[in-house]
Structures are given as C-alpha cells and as structure tokens.
C-alpha cells in the first residue's frame, strides 16, 4: 500500500501517490505487499523520525528513505520530502529516495553488522564500508542519482500525456538549492 500525507497541500498528495506508483512500477517486478508512506513536510528534520528505525539516507535540505525492518515480513518504508523545493527538485528527490526503497525492497541494498561491531553496507552482494567509500563513489547512490536524470525525462513525457492540467508544476527549474540523499 502507498499512502501519502502532508501537513500543507502545495502538491496534490493523490497525483503524489499517482506518480510514485508508476515510478516503483518502473524500479520493481511486482508491488505486491509492500508498504510505503510518503510524508511531505515543509521542513524535513532528518532526526525526529528516524530514532526506532535501523536504516535510513538522510539529507535534511531534501529528504530521507527510512526502512524499517518489520519481522517475517521485510521492510515498511517513509518517505520524506520537503514539500518545499520547487517541482523538479521534488521529482528529482522523489525518484532518488524511490530508488532507494526499490533497492530495498529487491534486497540489492542491505545493512549487516558485523560480529567486530561493524555496520558493512551490502550492494548487489558485495560488501562495503561506507566510512571507507565516499558518498559520490557508493553505488547505490550512483545509481540513485543515473534515476533522477533519466527518470524524470520519462515522467514529464507521462505528465504531459496523462496529466496536462499538472505539466504547469514542471516550468520551475531545479536551481542549486538541492542536494542529495
Ligand atoms: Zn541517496
């Protein structure tokens, strides 16, 4: 299930709800089952919601992926974004934090501690520690950040087609005021 909430509508949480299904369709075989909350905010504080859950990709500008390990039952996942960034930027950290839960969600990205009390971060079954990788070289981000470019081609031709009352959103440009997570 992919609800959305926001505590100020600027964007319409449905059409939200809309375009993040069509995004995880692209980045998942199937969605059966699973189970993504999309929280828009104004101000995303990247430390209030993420003290009970293990795993999670912070950036306080724009937003956070966190994925909660649910027993027997794989992961539930929030989304934050700031609801303030103009439309591309909020496309552009959509597509990036969808990235990351598709990423989860296919199990191609997992968190392990070791027995050393190390936290190793596994991609696509190799190992790596991010304290040793820098965050522009981890290749899960590298592929978070090929989406946002490539996706968001694909969904403003989908916005147009489908959507033509929504294509005024998309004449705001992404200026330098975004950063990644
Ligand atoms: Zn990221």
Known sequence: MIECV???VRYENDFI???STLLLEQLLDSLDGIELKIVLQEKVDSQASITDSKY??????CGIT???VVKNKGYKFEVVINQGLEWQCFLRTL???LTHVAQYQRKDLAHVDTSLGESLTYFKNIAYDCDEVKY???PWEIEAVNNEIKMLK???GWIESNNSN????ERTNCDGKYGQA
């Open 6 to 8: 926001s505590d100020e």
């Open 17 to 19: 709800i809309e375009i």
């Open 56 to 61: 999670s990709y912070a950036s306080p500008e």
């Open 66 to 68: 966190i994925a909660k």
């Open 95 to 97: 597509i990036h934090e």
């Open 136 to 138: 522009q070289d981890q």
């Open 154 to 156: 694909f969904l403003a």
């Open 166 to 169: 929504k294509s005024n959103y």
